[in-house]
Nanobody
Framework: VQLQASGGGLVQAGGSLRLSCAAS????????MSWFRRAPGKEREFVAA????????YYSDSVKGRFTISRDNAKNTGYLQMNSLKPEDTAVYYC????????????????WGQGTLVTVSS
């Protein structure tokens, strides 16, 4: 499975962005897709995940209520809608996919996209 993330950019605080993650290769084997982010000087952290078949979603406390993860099965694409963005959301965002399980740790995911930069100005 190959993942291509896109949609990052510069936005003012309070604004919105939508990230996309297109899966190719063998996307039908995807069990779950997630988004992680790495802020400057910090470790990569879990943001959100979705179980591909059921659509069940999981969020970190820091984004719950502001971000929404979704997927389009026909397009083999996952999305992260980010609303009410804050300067502390500034990070490189990575999408990841797993064939086995859905989790909140990096080790749960075998496949990773290249990352897309989100910058939120105050």
């Amino acid at each position: 499975v190959q993942l291509q993330a896109s949609g990052g950019g510069l936005v003012q605080a309070g604004g919105s962005l939508r990230l996309s993650c297109a899966a190719s290769g063998r996307p039908d084997s995807t069990y779950a897709m997630s988004w992680f982010r790495r802020a400057p000087g910090k470790e990569r952290e879990f943001v959100a995940a979705i179980r591909w078949s059921s659509g069940n979603t999981y969020y970190s406390d820091s984004v719950k209520g502001r971000f929404t993860i979704s997927r389009d099965n026909a397009k083999n694409t996952g999305y992260l809608q980010m609303n009410s963005l804050k300067p502390e959301d500034t990070a490189v965002y990575y999408c990841a996919a797993s064939r086995r399980l859905v989790g909140t740790t990096r080790g749960a995911y075998e496949y990773w996209g290249q990352g897309t930069l989100v910058t939120v100005s105050s």
